[in-house]
């Protein structure tokens, strides 16, 4: 039905930058929110940033000021870049968007696969 396919994490050393894509694809009628999620192992999942329509923007504190999110509506997709990278920052990320399949219908959550981002020396 709607798919979100994750690119862009990778293995950096502490200080570097990566920059996180995700598209959406399917049966998509409009995309309302889209954001970033991460995962450390054993820990939860927590809102990293995110995007509604008019181009709003949320940001976990502490990537304030070092991560940028981002979309483009045409391409349906969205983007995060990372500076400063640190090793705390190490997790899954995980693609999100809110998406209205049809109209009449509410607006389901979906998520991407993850990829990891790994920050070390």
């Known amino acids: 039905q709607v798919q979100l396919v994750e690119s862009g994490g990778g293995l950096v050393q502490p200080g570097g930058s990566l920059r996180l894509s995700c598209v959406a694809s399917?049966?998509?009628?409009?995309?309302?929110?889209m954001g970033w999620y991460r995962q450390a192992p054993g820990k939860q999942r927590e809102l990293v940033a995110d995007?509604?329509?008019?181009?709003?923007?949320r940001y976990l504190d502490s990537v304030m000021g070092r991560f940028t999110i981002s979309r483009v509506n045409a391409k349906n997709t969205v983007y995060l870049q990372m500076i400063d990278l640190k090793p705390e920052d190490t997790a899954v990320y995980y693609c999100y968007a809110k998406v209205h399949v049809s109209s009449g219908t509410i607006p389901e959550d979906y998520w991407g696969q993850g990829t990891q981002v790994t920050v070390s020396s």
């Open positions: 399917g049966a998509i009628f409009s995309i309302y929110d």
């Open positions: 995007i509604n329509n008019g181009g709003s923007t």
